[in-house]
Antibody, heavy 122, light 106 residues
Framework: EVQLVESGGGLVQPGGSLRLSCAAS????????MSWVRQAPGKGLEWVAN????????YYVDSVKGRFTISRDNAKNSLYLQMNSLRAEDTAVYYCARDWVTTDFKSAFDIWGQGTMVTVSS | DIQMTQSPSSLSASVGDRVTITCRAS??????LNWYQQKPGKAPKLLIY???SLQSGVPSRFSGSGSGTDFTLTISSLQPEDFATYYC????????FGPGTKVDIK
């Protein structure tokens, strides 16, 4: 079964750090771009970051640049998000998602994890 | 950045109704447009990719159309399990989502 399972969420104080993990199974993890997408309570979806298959390219939404780092370990079929200098506005459910590229080079998030909640509060 | 808008923001409909949701991009995105369904407490689910292609396993009552800046998601006959929030998302440049359209029971 194709599956993504996130972990590592929790309560953290403003200015603190947290590392999220996403374990992939059921597909060839090293063949796909991967993304983190977040959703603040009661709000819509926001793409946060993505990473190329070999980790050589990484992109971030402006609001997390310089604070968050996406990484992956293909040997462990795992995706990570290191979050530093956390702010209240980072409070959200964080999903990892597989970037699927179609035969005509269009992409979509076709597999999602169940999400992990991050709460930034004192 | 490309901004995405959706209309309406919410709608009430009955089982069996035909439902249409509109998504507009702030600049042309060709057909780099996807639609997702999200139910409360659950992860989003891909319904339509590349504006009009039905994702495997998604019922044929869902369809998508459009290109350039204007897109639509249509549910031909609303079923009880379709009450959810629907998001469009562009993949032409750095991914952005629309604000969502909540479909609830009339």
């Amino acid at each position: 079964e194709v599956q993504l399972v996130e972990s590592g969420g929790g309560l953290v104080q403003p200015g603190g750090s947290l590392r999220l993990s996403c374990a992939a199974s059921g597909f060839t993890f090293s063949s796909y771009w991967m993304s983190w997408v977040r959703q603040a309570p009661g709000k819509g979806l926001e793409w946060v970051a993505n990473i190329k298959q070999d980790g050589s390219e990484k992109y971030y939404v402006d609001s997390v640049k310089g604070r968050f780092t996406i990484s992956r370990d293909n040997a462990k079929n795992s995706l990570y998000l290191q979050m530093n200098s956390l702010r209240a506005e980072d409070t959200a459910v964080y999903y990892c998602a597989r970037d699927w590229v179609t035969t005509d080079f269009k992409s979509a998030f076709d597999i999602w994890g169940q999400g992990t909640m991050v709460t930034v509060s004192s | 950045d490309i901004q995405m808008t959706q209309s309406p923001s919410s709608l009430s409909a009955s089982v069996g109704d035909r439902v249409t949701i509109t998504c507009r991009a702030s600049q042309s995105i060709s057909s780099y447009l996807n639609w997702y369904q999200q139910k409360p407490g659950k992860a989003p689910k891909l319904l339509i990719y590349a504006a009009s292609s039905l994702q495997s396993g998604v019922p044929s009552r869902f369809s998508g159309s459009g290109s350039g800046t204007d897109f639509t998601l249509t549910i031909s006959s609303l079923q009880p399990e379709d009450f959810a929030t629907y998001y469009c998302q562009q993949s032409y440049t750095t991914e952005t989502f629309g604000p969502g359209t909540k479909v609830d029971i009339k």
